[in-house]
């Protein structure tokens, strides 16, 4: 007797959740596998967050806090957008909440009726078309394969546009892809929703530091877009704090009121310790990111140069985030005894149970020809992984 809310049955299951899942219980098993599936950074919390965090819990920050977070974390934001990204806001102007996810999707239930279209670049990340459907709106997939290095370009993006249109979700450095908006292509972009001024954009930046071309670009940079764009961040890849959950949005203060009228209603303000370790996060040295990010360029580079003695795998070169996005069709229709492989989804399955390494199929981020693999693991991980995933590949006839 299922008596589920057609909101929820209309959902898909996280894919990255499943197949960590599926990686945890063979491990459990004794298997030796290698996980590529997970999207969270390897190393550990930097040591002057962590003390952060144990004087808060001395100085009994254990209550309630406002539901938009402290001023003071909300402060320390506003100054990193100053001084990291020469943006101008108040505390007003941002909410904190739990994790870039409910920012997101915070973001998304504030501005989505039912019915009206929301723009979801593909590959894109598991979640967003999800949260849109759960504000009863329509992703609208935008296709960019890995010939325009995944990205949308004008062109696309105009003949997407409607009347219905509400918003356009724009990830950048993106998660599947690693692929990274220029200042210039950021520009054409906003010359197109110039001409459709009730577009807003959910510009997700959660992997900002995370960039090897140099400099990371925001559209709310761009003077024509920064009323109309909610910018989604926080400390989970930049500072090694994904348990910590602490997300926010820097956005109009209409919006940002909204959000914080939802988030009022169903969780609150985020959990206290990890908002004063976050504003230790933001206030603090920046070193560790840095040294964070140089680890995470030497692996891009080590498993692209891997990944491309791969035969039949397709590969770009990410410029930011921890993740290689292959496209690997040239395998479907292959088959090892009475398995065949008729999709990317079959084939991360293949490697899984065969080659003992944890990868994400394509399809869930809206490009089936593909496959995902974190490199936020060690250099000897990368190594062996992509030696068993050739060793497996070569097996298929």
Same mark, same amino acid.
């Given at each position: 007797?299922?008596?589920?809310?057609?909101?929820?049955?209309?959902?898909?299951?996280?894919?990255?959740?499943?197949?960590?899942?599926?990686?945890?219980?063979?491990?459990?098993?004794?298997?030796?596998?290698?996980?590529?599936?997970?999207?969270?950074?390897?190393?550990?919390?930097?040591?002057?967050?962590?003390?952060?965090?144990?004087?808060?819990?001395?100085?009994?920050?254990?209550?309630?806090?406002?539901?938009?977070?402290?001023?003071?974390?909300?402060?320390?934001?506003?100054?990193?957008?100053?001084?990291?990204?020469?943006?101008?806001?108040?505390?007003? *102007?941002?909410?904190?909440?739990?994790?870039?996810?409910?920012?997101?999707?915070?973001?998304?239930?504030?501005?989505?009726?039912?019915?009206?279209?929301?723009?979801?670049?593909?590959?894109?990340?598991?979640?967003?078309?999800?949260?849109?459907?759960?504000?009863?709106?329509?992703?609208?997939?935008?296709?960019?394969?890995?010939?325009?290095?995944?990205? &949308?370009?004008?062109?696309?993006?105009?003949?997407?546009?409607?009347?219905?249109?509400?918003?356009?979700?724009?990830?950048?450095?993106?998660?599947?892809?690693? /692929?990274?908006?220029?200042?210039?292509?950021?520009?054409?972009?906003?010359?197109?929703?110039?001409?459709?001024?009730?577009?807003?954009?959910?510009?997700?930046?959660?992997?900002?530091?995370?960039?090897?071309?140099?400099?990371?670009?925001?559209?709310? *940079?761009?003077?024509?877009?920064?009323?109309?764009?909610?910018?989604?961040?926080?400390?989970?890849?930049?500072?090694? &704090?994904?348990?910590?959950?602490?997300?926010?949005?820097?956005?109009?203060?209409?919006?940002?009121?909204?959000?914080?009228?939802?988030?009022?209603?169903?969780?609150?303000?985020?959990?206290?310790?990890?908002?004063?370790?976050?504003?230790?996060?933001?206030?603090?040295?920046?070193?560790?990111?840095?040294?964070?990010?140089?680890?995470?360029?030497?692996?891009?580079?080590?498993?692209?140069?891997?990944?491309?003695?791969?035969?039949?795998?397709?590969?770009?070169?990410?410029?930011?985030?921890?993740?290689?996005?292959?496209?690997?069709?040239?395998?479907?229709?292959? /088959?090892?005894?009475?398995?065949?492989?008729?999709?990317?989804?079959?084939?991360? &399955?293949?490697?899984?149970?065969?080659?003992?390494?944890?990868?994400?199929?394509?399809?869930?981020?809206?490009?089936?020809?593909?496959?995902?693999?974190?490199?936020?693991?060690?250099?000897?991980?990368?190594?062996?992984?992509?030696?068993?995933?050739?060793?497996?590949?070569?097996?298929?006839?």
């Amino acid at each position: 007797m299922n008596q589920l809310s057609d909101r929820l049955n209309s959902l898909s299951p996280s894919a990255t959740l499943a197949m960590s899942q599926k990686s945890a219980e063979l491990k459990a098993q004794g298997v030796d596998v290698i996980n590529l599936s997970v999207g969270e950074p390897d190393f550990n919390t930097p040591d002057h967050i962590k003390e952060a965090a144990k004087k808060a819990i001395d100085e009994n920050y254990s209550r309630y806090s406002p539901v938009a977070g402290y001023p003071a974390l909300r402060n320390a934001i506003v100054e990193k957008l100053k001084k990291e990204n020469g943006l101008e806001y108040t505390a007003a *102007q941002i909410s904190c909440a739990n994790g870039a996810k409910q920012s997101v999707c915070n973001t998304i239930l504030v501005l989505v009726n039912p019915g009206d279209e929301v723009i979801v670049p593909a590959p894109y990340w598991v979640s967003y078309p999800e949260m849109v459907k759960l504000a009863e709106g329509k992703p609208v997939i935008v296709t960019a394969g890995i010939e325009q290095d995944f990205k &949308m370009t004008p062109e696309q993006l105009e003949a997407a546009i409607t009347p219905k249109t509400k918003a356009l979700i724009l990830c950048s450095p993106s998660n599947p892809t690693g /692929s990274v908006y220029s200042a210039e292509e950021l520009a054409a972009l906003a010359t197109v929703l110039e001409r459709h001024p009730q577009v807003i954009v959910i510009a997700d930046e959660i992997y900002e530091h995370i960039n090897y071309i140099g400099s990371h670009h925001s559209i709310a *940079q761009i003077p024509s877009m920064k009323e109309r764009t909610v910018i989604v961040n926080g400390v989970s890849k930049a500072y090694a &704090m994904t348990g910590w959950r602490i997300g926010f949005i820097a956005g109009p203060e209409w919006v940002v009121k909204a959000v914080n009228k939802l988030q009022g209603q169903y969780t609150s303000g985020p959990c206290s310790v990890s908002q004063k370790a976050a504003e230790a996060a933001y206030t603090g040295t920046q070193a560790p990111v840095e040294e964070m990010r140089q680890a995470f360029q030497r692996r891009r580079d080590l498993i692209v140069k891997l990944a491309k003695e791969v035969p039949g795998f397709e590969v770009n070169v990410p410029e930011g985030a921890f993740y290689l996005f292959p496209k690997c069709s040239s395998f479907f229709g292959k /088959s090892a005894g009475e398995r065949v492989i008729n999709n990317a989804d079959d084939l991360a &399955m293949y490697l899984l149970e065969v080659g003992h390494v944890a990868c994400v199929g394509g399809t869930s981020f809206g490009a089936p020809e593909c496959i995902r693999m974190s490199y936020a693991t060690s250099d000897e991980n990368i190594i062996e992984a992509i030696r068993r995933i050739k060793e497996a590949l070569a097996a298929l006839k």
